[in-house]
């Protein structure tokens, strides 16, 4: 049931506008509030990386997209706003959330350069650097990849339309919901839009109110719409964490300082964590038998799936933990068949506890008007990644090559330093 809280979402063509500093992932939260503790004074590099070379990107699009920057230097934290996160999220203390409330985004701290194509001078590429504190410029990542992502779709590509998001969306989580698949909405930083996304989720709580069994939408990402559906919201910790530690500690026993650090923040109230910033075999190198207690779930966000919970469950078994009583959440490139194929897997290994954190394919999934709707209408494949920490190269060396983020020279660096292969 929605909130009465202004919470108007525009239509498909009106200027794109910022709604709320709540319109963000929750785990962009939860770091800055462990950088607002630990390392308030680090300065930061965010990197914008398109993965889609074969896909140029109009000049227009990312001059319109330049203009809506300023937009984000009107929002705040308001005071219903904070309400909420004290009321829901009991995490955040005091301190942090006076600062979140006098929080502003600075649109000077982002540069954006277009390089226009040989062939097409109106159409080419484009690179986006956040430069600042890592305090500040931590809550860019998210509203920018949604932000750009609505411009193109706008203004760019015009060949769908919202037809049937909706259905869609509800006829989506049926399936989920008879498969006994417990899943979340991971979708905010690649939707087509911010209406996409209200659209999908209407369809979920319609699908989920007729459905027999109550208890398979775990709730959103999104701390906005979590707050306008009275969801729970989602999120922990991201890559950029263990990134920038290791930066910071020049990759010495990196990953267990992340998750000391971390955990004596957060307890036992945050314990889900990635393991592929480095690789999973480089983190369960550190993930000795305290963490992989303190720690209740693992994410899987890389690599092959159906080789993780096989490992997790030997990687508990060598620790002498009942792996039964820890959670998997897989968040790779997620749609129905592949949730059935990794829940039925899991089950059959004694992980009772999984679940899935599905985004593309809920919010960013549309078919092109021109093909009768038949033919995929593709999203934008972007990621904006933590590029240096006070002038040390980050990195991220998944279990999925095509992810790896960082210069050539420091990949390689700390491919030595972690003794995984160069190739």
Not at 311 to 329: L, V
Request: net charge neutral; glycine share 4%; proline share 3%.
């Amino acid at each position: 049931m929605a909130s009465n809280i202004d919470v108007s979402v525009p239509d498909a063509h009106s200027e794109f506008k910022v709604v709320s500093i709540l319109d963000t992932d929750l785990y962009k939260f939860t770091m800055q509030q462990a950088v607002f503790e630990y390392y308030p004074t680090a300065q930061a590099v965010y990197r914008f990386a398109h993965r889609d070379k074969d896909r140029q990107l109009p000049k227009a699009c990312i001059e319109k997209f330049e203009i809506s920057l300023n937009s984000f230097a009107e929002i705040q934290l308001k005071q219903d706003e904070r309400v909420w996160l004290q009321d829901k999220c009991n995490y955040f203390k005091p301190n942090y959330l006076n600062y979140l409330q006098s929080y502003r985004f600075k649109p000077e701290q982002i540069t954006v350069n277009f390089i226009p194509s040989s062939n097409d001078p109106a159409m080419g590429s484009v690179e986006i650097e956040a430069r600042g504190l890592w305090l500040e410029t931590i809550l860019w990542e998210v509203p920018l990849m949604a932000c750009l992502s609505e411009i193109y779709f706008r203004y760019a590509d015009q060949d769908w339309d919202y037809t049937g998001q909706e259905e869609q969306a509800m006829h989506k989580a049926k399936c989920l919901f008879d498969a006994r698949c417990i899943f979340s909405d991971f979708g905010t930083r690649r939707r087509r839009s911010l209406l996409a996304h209200d659209l999908v989720l209407s369809g979920i709580i319609k699908a989920q109110s007729a459905h027999e069994w109550k208890d398979g939408f775990f709730g959103t990402s999104n701390a906005y719409f979590a707050m306008r559906y009275n969801l729970n919201t989602i999120g922990t910790i991201a890559h950029e964490w263990f990134m920038g530690i290791a930066a910071i500690c020049n990759y010495k026993d990196s990953t267990g300082t992340a998750l000391d650090l971390w955990s004596k923040l957060y307890g036992e109230s945050l314990s889900v964590t990635l393991t592929d910033t480095f690789s999973t075999e480089v983190f369960y190198r550190e993930f000795d038998s305290i963490r992989a207690n303190q720690w209740k779930a693992l994410r899987q966000d890389s690599g092959n799936p159906k080789a993780f919970a096989p490992r997790a469950k030997q990687m508990y078994e060598e620790r002498g933990i009942d792996h039964t009583q820890k959670g998997i959440i897989y968040s790779d490139a997620l749609d129905f068949n592949k949730a059935k194929v990794l829940h039925d897997q899991c089950q059959q290994l004694g992980f009772t506890k999984c679940s899935f954190g599905i985004g593309t394919w809920l919010t960013n999934d549309f078919k092109m008007k021109s093909s009768e709707y038949k033919e995929k209408s593709k999203a934008l494949n972007m990621v904006i990644k933590l590029g240096s920490i006070d002038g040390k190269e980050c990195v991220k060396i998944s279990d999925e090559i095509t992810k790896n983020t960082g210069v050539p020279e420091a990949v390689t660096k700390v491919k030595e330093i972690y003794q995984i292969p160069l190739s």
